[in-house]
């Protein structure tokens, strides 16, 4: 037998090196002991929200915009323009300009501010500006932030950036990405820097993050399953990083993969549980209204996207072909369904209001009376019995009952509708309502919120003041 010689040791030495292995775990279990005492303070304590897709597309909405039919997961090789096309296709489906865009006017060039629990992170620019964009960028650097989240620098980017779930997209997909961007105009602009506490300023410890949140590698498809499911599977888990908003998270801020899908609170709005749960979750709506929702913004009679979601639709699904839309609902269909302790689906709430008009007759006028508010604000649009305007043409003025957001086991979505409005453009339609935040109080928000839930919704549903106050604040 040989002796391996690295492993003879002088005792006292053996005893050093242990003790300084013992050493340095020590330090790194305080600090990360430290780290995770901020973050949970932070978590309890800060403004909980992040900040999120906020600007509809502008330059890069050409109407032509051809959408290739080439199916995501089976990228065919492409050359040329053909390589830019499914770049600006792809760009699209992972919703860069949403988080890249600040100012309509420069789109891509960052200076979104993004709100975390740890302070505020500013979105780079990403135009091909050599200064100021990632114009000096190869694309073995492109490759490494989109697969691994680091920078050009070597520096270790947040999470905000959501390379946890980019790092699933195949090489040629995230080149196709860079090629497309590179066509961008050029636009010289250097966004304000961020403003982290101590020690979230310290990039080094995403090691930590990474650690317990992120698993490099690309998508690797499920034999057993069918083309259209990987396909769903690819884009979901990947660019289009759904369980970003979707999936609620642990107290490190990364996604609780126990309960994927089952919800969270995105800047104030719920986005719901989308899992194929029959009560908590979407698994009572039919292919063709999850498809529906998703390329316009409405299953009419069930939900409307009005909140980040109306800009996840307006910037980034609706311009998914229809089979790529079919496959993401067919992955959908699949995940494991998680019931959040409701007893009947949100959208199956309510019955049309039949007293109120009579009843109002002749009674004096209340500033905070939910019924009067109401009528006065709400019914020439949605009806004083509550069953909209127009069924369910595009753009229609929808009926609230049975309306996901008004049978929400939480009103709050109710409450961020009344004082933000909706405003979303899509190829199909321009629905605008309008946000009452300017011209009703807390209290009268908080009165009609209640009052819609009671006569139109899930009448366990309420808001007090307090939390319309906070509410207002978002966005
Ligand atoms: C949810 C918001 C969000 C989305 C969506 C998003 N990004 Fe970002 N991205 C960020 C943030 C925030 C940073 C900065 C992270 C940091 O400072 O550590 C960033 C950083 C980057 C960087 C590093 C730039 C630099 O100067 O260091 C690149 C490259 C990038 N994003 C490309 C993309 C591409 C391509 C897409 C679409 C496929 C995309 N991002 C989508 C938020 C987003
Ligand atoms: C930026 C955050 C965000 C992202 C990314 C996101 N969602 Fe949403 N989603 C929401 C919010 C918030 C709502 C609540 C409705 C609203 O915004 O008006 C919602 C609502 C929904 C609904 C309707 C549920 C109901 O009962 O009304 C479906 C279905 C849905 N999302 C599917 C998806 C899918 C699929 C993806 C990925 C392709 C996705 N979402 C990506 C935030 C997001
Ligand atoms: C000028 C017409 C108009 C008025 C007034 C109006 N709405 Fe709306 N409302 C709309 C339109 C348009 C939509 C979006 C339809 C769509 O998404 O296709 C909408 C959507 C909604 C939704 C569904 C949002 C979701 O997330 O599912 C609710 C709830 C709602 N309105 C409640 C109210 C309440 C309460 C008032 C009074 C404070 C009110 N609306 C006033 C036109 C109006």
Known sequence: MTKNPSRVQPADALVQSTRRRRFRVATLAAVFSLFALYVAWHEAH???ARHNDELPITQARADDASQPAVAVATPAVVAGSDLVKRGEYLARAGDCVACHTADKARPFAGGLPINTPFGTIVTPNITPDPDTGIGQWSDADFLRAMHEGIGKSGERLYPAFPYAEYTKVTDQDVLAIRAYLNTLTPIHYAPPSNSLKFPFNQRWLMVFWNLFNFDEGRFVPDPKQSAEWNRGAYLVQGLAHCEECHTPRNFTQGLKTSSRFSGAVQAGWHAYNITPDKNSGVGNWSDDQLVAYLSTGAAPGRANAAGP?????ADSTQYLTHEDVGSIVTYLRSVPPINGGESRPRDQWGKPAVDDVTALRGTTINAVNGAQLFIANC?????WTGQGVGASAPGAYPSLIHNSAVGASDANNLAMVILHGVSRTTKQADVLMPA???QLTDDQVAAITNY??????????TVTVDQVAKLRTQQ
């Not at 979601?309 to 639709?313: D, I, K, P, R």
């Not at 019914?379 to 009806?383: Q, S």
């Not at 006569?455 to 366990?460: E, I, R, V, W």
């Open 379 to 383: 019914a020439t649009c949605h009806n």
């Open 309 to 313: 979601m109306a800009e996840v639709v």
């Open 436 to 438: 009452f935040g300017t």
């Open 452 to 461: 819609v839930t009671k006569q139109f919704g899930n009448p366990q549903s």
């Open 46 to 48: 800060g403004p909980g």
